[in-house]
């Protein structure tokens, strides 16, 4: 079965960095689009960076110039490199792969920005 392992999350102090990365198992991780969403308490969950089986990248405006997304076919892991945080960067944060109509979501982890 697909499973997805994501780790990296954290305390961190405002204007430090964070690494979430998501190993995933169980499907053909190389035709998939991958993404990196987040969500906090109330609000529904958002796009924070993706990229498709074509290497092509798009970030949300707050990821852009601070976050970066990067895809391991080989390894079938994605990461999420997140420099610049701020404290409205907190919330959880949740891995996403989408090939054609079948998608599934990692469990979540959640990141924390505070001094």
């Known amino acids: 079965q697909v499973q997805f392992v994501e780790s990296g999350g954290g305390l961190v102090q405002p204007g430090g960095s964070l690494r979430l990365s998501c190993a995933t198992s169980?499907?053909?991780?190389?035709?998939?689009?991958i993404a990196w969403y987040r969500q906090t308490p109330g609000n529904g969950r958002e796009m924070v960076a993706s990229?498709?089986?074509?290497?092509?990248?798009d970030y949300a405006d707050f990821a852009k110039g601070r976050f970066t997304i990067t895809r391991n076919n080989a390894d079938s892991t994605v990461v999420l490199r997140m420099n610049k945080l701020t404290p409205e960067d907190t919330a959880v944060y949740y891995c996403?792969?989408?090939?054609?109509?079948?998608?599934?979501w990692g469990q979540g982890i959640q990141v924390n920005v505070s001094s």
């Open positions: 996403h792969e989408k090939f054609d109509t079948t998608e599934y």
């Open positions: 990229q498709n089986p074509v290497n092509y990248k």
């Open positions: 169980g499907l053909l991780f190389k035709l998939y689009k």
